[in-house]
Each structure stands twice: as structure tokens, then as C-alpha cells.
């Protein structure tokens, strides 16, 4: 089955890290670009990070720059989000997407693949 | 406050054809293909257009999206209760992030 499937959110303090993982299956994972995308709930869809096929390039939204960090295992067919020095405004639920064309580069093309979400709370 | 703005909601009545609108700028729309999302409520985004006009495969018909300048349009034909949902537009915008950008999005109630 083609799939993404989220893990590692949970309620963490102000400060603090946590780390995001995504599982792909059922698509060859290292052909496509892979990104991270957070809605807060009731809210908007926010773009947070991108990376290549290759891991040759990868991009971060402002907001989220200098602070997470996205990297993928092509041979584990898994994407990853640490996220460190964490705030309340990072609270949302964070769902990772698949590039619809092959070998896109960081800044992302059409998503057509989502996962279903992992949730992140920020809060002492 | 999104660089791409949509109307906060729209409605029709089942069958009838129902349109929302995207406004950008030279900076994102006029400059960059658009895509448009299906949100159902409590449950993830799905790609409904890509590259302004274009389906992916198990989209219906029923759905369309054009550009013109700097605005796109998502339009919905033969409405269905089930089309009921938050319908979101995207694109890159040149002075922003590198990846794309999403519109506010709009909720489409069908009466």
C-alpha cells in the first residue's frame, strides 16, 4: 500500500527537542523529494521544510530555520524532523508529504502523497 | 496573514457548480503554477490540481482549476454532499520561503 506514516509527536516543554519520523511504503522512496508540512489545529496549511531526492539540497521555512533539521534515510525509506529549541507556535500537527514528480529538488513541487499527521504540543 | 487570499467560506446547493477564487501577485500566482488541496475535516490534505489545470489520475472531472494573471480558480461541477471540506490554493511565492505557499483556504458547505 502507498503510505506515510508519522510518529513522534507528543507534548513536550518550551526548549526542549523532539524528533519527527515519517515510514514510506508501497513508492520508490529515494525518487522523490520529501517535505514536512504543520497545520495548527483550525488553521492553515504551513510548509516547514524540504529536501531532495538526494539529500543534496534541503530548505526550511523562516520560522522553523536555524532550529529543526530534516534528513532521510532512502535505504530505511524514512524521512526524519528534529526539532530543537522548541516554542509554543510550533504546537500543530505535522504531516509529511511526497513531491508529485521524480527528483525534485527542496523547494517542493505539487504534494500528492500526505501522511495522516503526527501532533505536537508545546506547553509547560 | 497568507500572500495568497481565498475567501473564508462558500456554499451551493447539491448539483449546482461552486467556484473559489485565489488572489496573488506578481511575486507568487503570475509568477509560479498552482496547485489546489481537499481538506476533509480530520483528515489529511489530498492534491485535487496540479499545475493550474491539470488532474491527477482518480480526481474526477467534476473538478477544474485555471489561471489567469495573477489569480487562480478551483471550480466544482454537480456538487456533492460529500465535497463539503477546506479547499486550499498553493504556489511559491518569490520573496518568501522556498517552498510553497498556501492560500488561507475557504470551507465549501453544500446546503
Known amino acids: 500500500e502507498v503510505q506515510l506514516v508519522e510518529s513522534g509527536g507528543g507534548l513536550v516543554q518550551p526548549g526542549r527537542s523532539l524528533r519527527l519520523s515519517c515510514a514510506a511504503s508501497?513508492?520508490?522512496?529515494?525518487?522523490?523529494?520529501m517535505h514536512w508540512v504543520r497545520q495548527v489545529p483550525g488553521k492553515g496549511l504551513e510548509w516547514v521544510s524540504g529536501i531532495s531526492w538526494n539529500s543534496g539540497s534541503i530548505a526550511y521555512a523562516d520560522s522553523v530555520k536555524g532550529r529543526f533539521t530534516t534528513s532521510r534515510d532512502n535505504a530505511k525509506k524514512s524521512l526524519s524532523l528534529q526539532m530543537n529549541s522548541l516554542r509554543a507556535e510550533d504546537t500543530a500537527l505535522y504531516y509529511c508529504t511526497k513531491d508529485r514528480r521524480p527528483y525534485g529538488g527542496d523547494s517542493g513541487d505539487a504534494f500528492d502523497l500526505w501522511g495522516l499527521g503526527t501532533k505536537v504540543t508545546v506547553s509547560s | 496573514q497568507s500572500v495568497l487570499t481565498q475567501p473564508p467560506s462558500v456554499s451551493a446547493a447539491p448539483g449546482q457548480k461552486v467556484t473559489v477564487s485565489c488572489s496573488g501577485s506578481s511575486f507568487n500566482i503570475g509568477k509560479n503554477d498552482v496547485s489546489w488541496y481537499q481538506q476533509v475535516p480530520g483528515t489529511a490534505p489530498k492534491l485535487l490540481i496540479y499545475d493550474n489545470d491539470q488532474r491527477p489520475s482518480g480526481i474526477p472531472d467534476r473538478f477544474s482549476g485555471s489561471k489567469s494573471g495573477t489569480s487562480a480558480t478551483l471550480a466544482i461541477t454537480g456538487l456533492q454532499t460529500g465535497d463539503e471540506a477546506d479547499y486550499y490554493c498553493a504556489t511559491w511565492d518569490i520573496r518568501l520561503s522556498p517552498g510553497p505557499v498556501f492560500g488561507g483556504g475557504t470551507k465549501l458547505t453544500v446546503l
Open positions: 508501497g513508492f520508490t522512496f529515494d525518487d522523490y523529494a
